[in-house]
């Protein structure tokens, strides 16, 4: 394959780039899949106990504004709720009855106060159940690290990509989100 790529990386104009950023990189990432990511399990174990807290102080504040209990996590519950019992418009329907997915409740944002608390839950839930209680589950027990893979040539945009798991996503734009990004720590002598 050697001789049809280097063609290809010299026809596009790339094989300067290919030589001197993206080869020597490949080394420089292995190292840091090896060395992995030092992670503070303490910290996430705590984080996980006040998503928990902070999930059921939602929960309540929806079950006021409902006037009922139900199971937040159901889509067929939730738009019982919020479009029979509260009668909000239905902005898009799937082949089970109306969607409660995140572009149809944004879109409903200004017309009941319900909907901000269901968006902030489903956020809760999501770092809570992605990130707080798996994270520590993919901590090596020898290293006490967790080894993403890092991706060069994945993303259209250039830019270098996590997987396995992947640590670009964890929001940081929340508050909670920044508590899940300061569980990964530096070596000492070393920084992120």
Do not use: C, W
Not at 70 to 85: D, H, V
Not at 118 to 143: D, N, Q
């Amino acid at each position: 394959l050697l001789p049809g790529l280097r063609k290809q990386l010299r026809e596009a104009g790339h094989e300067h780039l290919f030589e001197s950023l993206e080869r020597p990189l490949i080394t420089i990432l292995a190292d840091m899949e090896a060395r992995g990511i030092l992670v503070a399990p303490a910290r996430l174990k705590m984080l996980a106990e006040e998503l928990q807290h902070a999930m059921e102080r939602k929960a309540a504040t929806i079950f006021d504004l409902a006037k009922e209990e139900f199971n937040i996590q159901s889509p067929r519950q939730l738009a019982s709720i919020l479009f029979e019992k509260l009668g909000l418009p239905v902005a898009k329907k799937t082949k089970s009855g109306p969607s409660t997915d995140s572009s149809v409740l944004e879109e409903l944002l200004p017309v009941h106060p319900i909907v901000e608390q269901v968006l902030s839950y489903r956020t809760l839930a999501k770092l809570k159940g992605t990130y707080a209680e798996v994270l520590p589950r993919l901590i090596h027990p020898l290293t006490r690290r967790i080894h993403t893979s890092f991706n060069q040539t994945v993303t259209a945009t250039g830019r270098l990509s996590s997987s396995d798991p992947n640590l670009q996503n964890i929001p940081i734009r929340t508050e909670e989100g920044r508590k899940i990004r300061e569980a990964f720590i530096p070596s000492p002598g070393h920084v992120l």
